[in-house]
């Protein structure tokens, strides 16, 4: 399962194509095992969301694979409950990032003097 920080090496670089790894398309390419590898090192967001558009680019040219299902997450939530933010998840346990500000009643209070 990948996250909203996904890291697709274990699925897709070269050195998982042998058992046990998880590259079970058998794809191989030098230039988008360098980006994989480029992006697990960086810190700064926005430059390894550009390796991996980069290594995005070069899957969607070579096409190893036919992605066809992706999960879609659906949530209830009661009107009572306030502060909720919907946002994309990655996976089910992420509904509940934002439950800190979460919360049911608000009521007006005076100010201690």
Same mark, same amino acid.
């Given at each position: 399962?990948?996250?909203?920080?996904?890291?697709?090496?274990?699925?897709?670089?070269?050195?998982?194509?042998?058992?046990?790894?998880?590259?079970?398309?058998?794809?191989?390419?030098?230039?988008?095992?360098?980006?994989?590898?480029?992006?697990?090192?960086?810190?700064?967001?926005?430059?390894?969301?550009?390796?991996?558009?980069?290594? #995005?680019?070069?899957? &969607?040219?070579? @096409?190893?694979?036919?992605?066809?299902?992706?999960?879609?997450? /659906?949530? $209830?939530?009661?009107?009572?409950?306030?502060?909720?933010?919907?946002?994309?998840?990655? #996976?089910?346990?992420? &509904?509940?990032? @934002?439950?800190?500000?979460?919360?049911?009643?608000?009521?007006? /209070?005076? $100010?201690?003097?």
């Amino acid at each position: 399962m990948v996250g909203l920080d996904p890291d697709p090496y274990p699925f897709w670089h070269s050195s998982q194509v042998a058992a046990p790894g998880l590259n079970l398309a058998q794809f191989q390419n030098r230039e988008a095992d360098q980006l994989l590898v480029e992006a697990r090192q960086m810190f700064d967001e926005s430059a390894r969301l550009e390796k991996y558009a980069n290594w #995005q680019n070069i899957l &969607r040219q070579e @096409s190893p694979a036919t992605f066809l299902y992706s999960i879609n997450y /659906s949530y $209830a939530q009661n009107y009572s409950v306030k502060g909720f933010s919907r946002s994309i998840m990655g #996976q089910p346990a992420e &509904r509940f990032w @934002s439950a800190d500000g979460w919360y049911r009643r608000t009521t007006r /209070s005076r $100010a201690s003097k």
